[in-house]
């Protein structure tokens, strides 16, 4: 795996990454949730209490839309100025024909 670029807020991160085929979705968010929970433990032990969430989204996107996911995870605090995080989730959900319910979206 290879990360492209990594960044958020307060509220989610996206990170976009370079996967080979044969490695499951699950097991992308169960590495980048495990390594970056042992490493904000080590590094900030006054924080011990901090965990994901359960949940998580994996979206794949296209080779040529890699650019342009890049640009706006950079941009994630100027963007959620003008749209909030939640509201942009599920309109992208509604948008790609996703089902989902609403009580397990956000915990």
Known sequence: ??????GGIENHIH?????KPIVAPFQIAQWI??????WIHKEFPDIRGFS???GYSIF?????????VAEYI???REHHLGQAFEDEYIELLK???TD???QFVFG
């Open 74 to 76: 950079r941009n994630q």
């Open 15 to 19: 990170a976009l990454i370079l996967a």
């Open 60 to 68: 794949s996107v296209s080779r040529s839309s890699v650019p342009n």
């Open 1 to 6: 795996m290879t990360a492209i670029q990594v």
């Open 33 to 38: 949730k495990g390594d970056s929970s042992n």
């Open 52 to 54: 994901w969430q359960d």
């Open 100 to 102: 989902y319910d609403e």
């Open 95 to 97: 948008k790609h024909g």
